[in-house]
């Protein structure tokens, strides 16, 4: 099992930055991939960006050159930079691991609510 736990979100204005953080509760070189994923009000969730344990990337075309996604494998801890903040990334945003062995299987954390607004 994967606990995840999401913080650093919060309220900021348009153009602005925030870090989100997601701390696993055991080492991601055993996790196969990383994510964080996005819900606005009444739409579903959404992939925003993801690395693997070999430090592959991939970016929702929404947020590339805004948005980067790193990892600290001594703190177990993957991040999102966000710069550049829009309205429309108002959501909440999500963590996910997703392991492969020794069965697949998705981990999601509770959420942390991103606000963007004058």
């Known amino acids: 099992q994967v606990q995840l736990v999401e913080s650093g979100g919060g309220l900021v204005q348009p153009g602005g930055s925030l870090r989100l953080s997601c701390a696993a509760s055991r080492s991601i070189f055993s996790i196969y991939s990383m994510a964080w994923y996005r819900q606005a009000p009444g739409k579903q969730r959404d992939l925003v960006a993801e690395?693997?344990?070999?430090?592959?990337?991939n970016y929702a075309d929404s947020v590339k050159g805004r948005f980067t996604i790193s990892s600290d494998n001594a703190k177990n801890t993957v991040y999102l930079q966000m710069n550049s903040l829009k309205p429309e990334d108002t959501a909440v945003y999500y963590c996910?691991?997703?392991?492969?062995?020794?069965?697949?299987?998705?981990?999601w954390g509770q959420g942390t609510q991103v606000t963007v607004s004058s």
């Open positions: 996910n691991a997703f392991v492969v062995a020794p069965t697949r299987a998705d981990y």
């Open positions: 690395i693997t344990s070999g430090s592959s990337t």
